[in-house]
């Protein structure tokens, strides 16, 4: 045995049928792609997630998926547009809850802008809040219902505690954080946000899920670890402090690239 931490995985069905083994072999975390997919959440869902159900007959790992998320921003400050992204996140616990999957990833609502112009528009730090509430009343409560967590992502993030705070906000249980580091390392390169790993140490124990993918800090690449100039090392450390137990998730564009991200990291004595 080893005390490295157990790496899981993102991926879409037809990916997961080729790397079953890779998934259930160590019953590592697993995290669902196809359901980002707007139009199948509104068809029929149930074909794919009963495939999903079968092929992971026996698995004990972690079950996941990434909700919706093109085009929807929880904090719109148009009451019509959340009414549709409520619908659409509802539409995605009722997968998790079909395929009994145990978190959603939803993306932050915090911008650029947002970061820039708190202090000239001080009303928007409050309104971002109010507005994520109303959108997300009901979808906290059938997460609640459910034993589903909603991880909220960093996307363009540069205050690393603003997303924090308003998951507190919710005071509950199914409201969490999510870490995307190569969205770290692009807002820390591009927008001059903190590393990657004080976004891990601003999270704490809130942090219940991380993507990690390689970036160089200009765009949001998704690239094999080890190919782009996050510090892994200091990634690492900061989340080896917590004792949430996040989910640790190779979210890479190329699904080819999860196996020598593995062995990037075991052989770097980081993870396994």
Same mark, same amino acid.
Request: glycine share 6%; aromatic share 8%.
């Given at each position: 045995?080893?005390?490295?931490?157990?790496?899981?995985?993102?991926?879409?069905?037809?990916?997961?049928?080729?790397?079953?083994?890779?998934?259930?072999?160590?019953?590592?975390?697993?995290?669902?792609?196809?359901?980002?997919?707007?139009?199948?959440?509104?068809?029929?869902?149930?074909?794919?997630?009963?495939?999903?159900?079968?092929?992971?007959?026996?698995?004990?790992?972690?079950?996941?998926?990434?909700?919706?998320?093109?085009?929807?921003?929880?904090?719109?400050?148009?009451?019509?547009?959340?009414?549709?992204?409520?619908?659409?996140?509802?539409?995605?616990?009722?997968?998790?809850?079909?395929?009994?999957?145990?978190?959603?990833?939803?993306?932050?609502?915090?911008?650029?802008?947002? #970061?820039?112009?708190?202090?000239? +528009?001080?009303?928007?730090?409050?309104? %971002?809040?109010?507005? !994520?509430?109303?959108? *997300? &009343?009901?979808?906290?409560?059938?997460?609640? #219902?459910?034993?589903?967590?909603? +991880?909220?992502?960093?996307?363009?993030? %540069?205050?690393?505690? !603003?997303?924090?705070? *308003? &998951?507190?906000?919710?005071?509950?249980?199914?409201?969490?954080?999510?870490?995307?580091?190569?969205?770290?390392?692009?807002?820390?390169?591009?927008?001059?946000?903190?590393?990657?790993?004080?976004?891990?140490?601003?999270?704490?124990?809130?942090?219940?899920?991380?993507?990690?993918?390689?970036?160089?800090?200009?765009?949001?690449?998704?690239?094999?670890?080890?190919?782009?100039?996050?510090?892994?090392?200091?990634?690492?450390?900061?989340?080896?402090?917590?004792?949430?137990?996040?989910?640790?998730?190779?979210?890479?564009?190329?699904?080819?690239?999860?196996?020598?991200?593995?062995?990037?990291?075991?052989?770097?004595?980081?993870?396994?």
């Amino acid at each position: 045995m080893t005390d490295l931490p157990l790496l899981g995985a993102a991926m879409p069905l037809d990916i997961l049928e080729e790397n079953l083994e890779f998934i259930i072999g160590e019953h590592r975390d697993l995290e669902i792609q196809d359901f980002i997919d707007v139009s199948l959440l509104k068809g029929d869902w149930k074909t794919p997630a009963s495939r999903i159900k079968t092929l992971l007959e026996g698995y004990r790992g972690r079950l996941g998926i990434h909700g919706p998320f093109w085009g929807l921003n929880f904090s719109n400050p148009d009451a019509d547009i959340r009414k549709i992204v409520t619908e659409r996140y509802l539409q995605g616990l009722k997968v998790c809850e079909y395929m009994g999957a145990t978190q959603m990833v939803i993306h932050s609502p915090y911008n650029f802008w947002y #970061n820039n112009n708190i202090g000239n +528009v001080p009303a928007s730090s409050t309104q %971002i809040i109010e507005y !994520a509430h109303d959108t *997300l &009343a009901p979808v906290v409560k059938y997460a609640e #219902n459910i034993g589903c967590t909603l +991880v909220v992502e960093n996307i363009e993030d %540069i205050d690393p505690e !603003a997303r924090c705070l *308003l &998951a507190d906000s919710f005071q509950s249980p199914a409201v969490a954080i999510s870490i995307d580091t190569g969205h770290a390392q692009f807002t820390h390169g591009s927008l001059n946000a903190c590393p990657v790993d004080y976004f891990v140490r601003a999270a704490g124990n809130r942090l219940q899920h991380v993507h990690l993918q390689d970036a160089d800090g200009y765009a949001d690449r998704h690239w094999e670890i080890g190919k782009g100039n996050i510090h892994w090392e200091s990634v690492f450390t900061a989340l080896a402090e917590l004792e949430s137990n996040p989910r640790l998730i190779l979210e890479l564009r190329d699904k080819k690239a999860i196996l020598p991200s593995v062995n990037y990291l075991r052989a770097a004595n980081l993870a396994r």
